[in-house]
């Protein structure tokens, strides 16, 4: 694998989940998953906290992304991938959940996008 950060690592393992479980769209095969996930898990305290808030745990990273939470960012990030790959405009509106930090996040389990016609 290309020498890529940890966290830049991160941050495609949250987009490919969100695409994968909430879009039902694949953005990379299931071997590159497992790897930047066990590169992310090997290199944990390099990752920026936030995406450390995002994956839960080293532990968690290496198996599904089911448990993770989204950030406004990601969210916003996977739908622009989503219309360039597919062509198809979806948005979502919330609702969001917050930390006591006031961080917002949604998980696998919360509303899904919808189309935008």
């Known amino acids: 694998m290309a020498k890529i950060s940890p966290d830049f690592a991160a941050?495609?393992?949250?987009?490919?989940?969100?695409?994968?479980?909430?879009?039902?769209?694949s953005m990379m095969t299931d071997a590159k998953y497992d790897r930047l996930s066990d590169?992310?898990?090997?290199r944990w305290k390099d990752v920026d906290p936030d995406?450390?808030?995002?994956?839960?745990?080293p532990c968690d990273t290496r198996s599904t992304?089911?448990?993770f939470r989204f950030s406004v960012h990601t969210v916003g990030?996977?739908?622009n991938y989503y219309?360039?790959?597919t062509g198809?405009?979806?948005?979502?509106?919330?609702p969001w959940r917050r930390t006591n930090k006031g961080r917002r996040f949604i998980?696998?389990?919360?509303?899904?996008p919808r189309s935008v016609v």
């Open 11 to 25: 941050r495609k393992i949250l987009l490919a989940a969100y695409c994968y479980y909430v879009l039902d769209y």
């Open 88 to 94: 198809k405009i979806l948005e979502y509106k919330g």
């Open 83 to 85: 219309k360039y790959a």
């Open 77 to 79: 990030a996977a739908l």
């Open 65 to 67: 992304g089911m448990h």
């Open 107 to 112: 998980t696998c389990g919360d509303k899904r």
């Open 39 to 42: 590169y992310v898990a090997r």
């Open 51 to 57: 995406r450390q808030f995002a994956l839960c745990n």
